[in-house]
């Protein structure tokens, strides 16, 4: 381990020293970091002994209802360490994610596709690319302590590449006790437990779900769940340059949902209700609010071990900037030229997924989406109206000892309309590796 650590600062030390700290430097040092995490969790869990008498009482779910993203790591993979007692314990984990894209057009980023961006106009032209990015990996690190069952904490932090320039970016940093949680994590406005296998960050199309700072209560029985949250989000704002505005929050948002499960289907209805405030910074003064408001429903239904169907459907004024398909644009609220304030963008998404489990190492996934949003009379020819999207893929898991790889292979179509300009579509063929430590 020692040996290993002074590898690793020689490479930072001479990277650093001769270069400076640019962007592609930056990405050079993201990997010697995730490669030496797992090399040093590799070779620490050599040494580990877990005493042989151990009880540990406390585990990842014992704590209360937790969503479950396509995208995370399995909640087995990691290196435990316990305390004598068993009643402690710390979970180190990791993802080392080499995802490859080929594009016929010039796209935001290879990590999502959504309809809001695909380009038009002037921005329209074949242009046949690929990249390659490991930014999408993730380490975290989680803090499970037992003390009684009214006691027991979860404390996780989860991280990965994706923020600016290539840097950590914070997925979820939270305290969980069996009814509460507190710190970031995902809205309770969301469909996270209901969305299809994919290769692309946004999936099918049709994901919901922010993760915000926020204080949330949640209960479950056998068959049915329930949870509340107060939640710190800012609505994304559609103004002219000219014009100096920024949203605020004064109150938090609420949300919620609750959920029923059998063994043959599940079923979800959730809902959400903010203010959505304006404060202006110049030519005009004070402030102004807009209530916001949305639902949701989505459903999985088993109809054996081998196949699933799911799906969802959410809409609502003034909460688009919730919907997975409108990250990268301004959704939540439009200025009005004419009577001078903002007004609520209405929005919609549906989607539609099936899997199929070909074996226990194989299983395949076919979905489709579409998206709106409202059509305002001030807008120009070339904002964005509705678009649709659609995949299909193929994922390989090994049931061996490389059960902690796995690969992906997708295809997508997706489409754009606007409001009178010209509209597009684009084709992007993907594959992920995944390694789970």
Do not use: C
Not at 158 to 185: A, M, P, Q, T
């Amino acid at each position: 381990m020692m040996i290993l650590s002074k590898v690793f600062y020689e490479l930072d030390h001479q990277l650093f020293s001769r270069f400076g700290e640019s962007a592609h430097k930056m990405k050079i040092r993201n990997l010697i970091i995730l490669f030496y995490f797992s090399a040093s969790i590799n070779l620490f869990a050599q040494r580990v002994l877990i005493p042989s008498d151990s009880t540990i009482s406390v585990t990842l779910n014992s704590t209360g209802y937790t969503e479950i993203h396509p995208h995370d790591v399995p909640d087995e993979s990691g290196l435990f360490i316990y305390t004598a007692n068993g009643r402690e314990a710390l979970r180190i984990y990791g993802s080392f994610r080499l995802l490859l894209t080929w594009d016929d057009k010039k796209n935001f980023h290879p990590f999502d596709l959504t309809q809001p961006t695909i380009p038009t106009g002037v921005k329209d032209f074949y242009y046949p690319n690929s990249q390659a990015t490991i930014n999408m990996s993730r380490l975290g690190f989680d803090a499970m302590i037992a003390r009684n069952k009214s006691s027991d904490l979860l404390i996780r932090i989860e991280l990965d590449w994706k923020g600016d320039n290539e840097k950590f970016r914070i997925r979820h940093l939270y305290l969980r006790s069996e009814h509460w949680l507190v710190g970031k994590s995902w809205s309770s406005f969301n469909n996270v437990a209901y969305l299809t296998q994919a290769v692309d960050g946004r999936l099918t199309g049709g994901a919901v779900g922010v993760r915000p700072v926020q204080i949330r209560y949640y209960n479950q029985t056998e068959k049915w769940s329930y949870q509340f949250s107060a939640e710190y989000q800012k609505p994304t704002l559609i103004q002219p340059d000219t014009l100096g505005a920024q949203s605020d929050v004064i109150f938090p948002g609420f949300t919620g949902n609750v959920s029923y499960k059998t063994n043959s289907f599940d079923i979800m209805l959730a809902g959400v209700l903010r203010i959505n405030r304006v404060q202006f910074t110049s030519d005009y003064n004070g402030s102004q609010s807009e209530t916001g408001y949305g639902g949701l429903v989505a459903a999985k239904i088993h109809l054996n071990k081998k196949n699933r169907f799911m799906m969802s459907a959410t809409g609502g004024m003034g909460i688009g900037g919730l919907m997975g398909d409108f990250a990268f644009v301004d959704i939540d609220l439009a200025f009005n030229p004419d009577d001078q304030k903002f007004e609520n963008m209405g929005a919609f998404t549906a989607f539609l997924g099936y899997e199929h489990d070909w074996s226990d190492e194989f299983t395949s996934a076919i979905g489709g989406s579409i998206l709106g949003s409202e059509e305002k009379s001030f807008f120009d020819g070339g904002y964005f109206k509705s678009g649709s999207k659609v995949l299909t893929n193929l994922f390989y898991k090994p049931s061996s000892k490389f059960g902690a790889f796995s690969v992906g292979v997708e295809v997508e179509y997706a489409e754009r309309k606007n409001i009178t300009s010209p509209s597009n579509n684009t084709i992007r063929v993907s594959s992920l590796l995944i390694y789970n430590f």
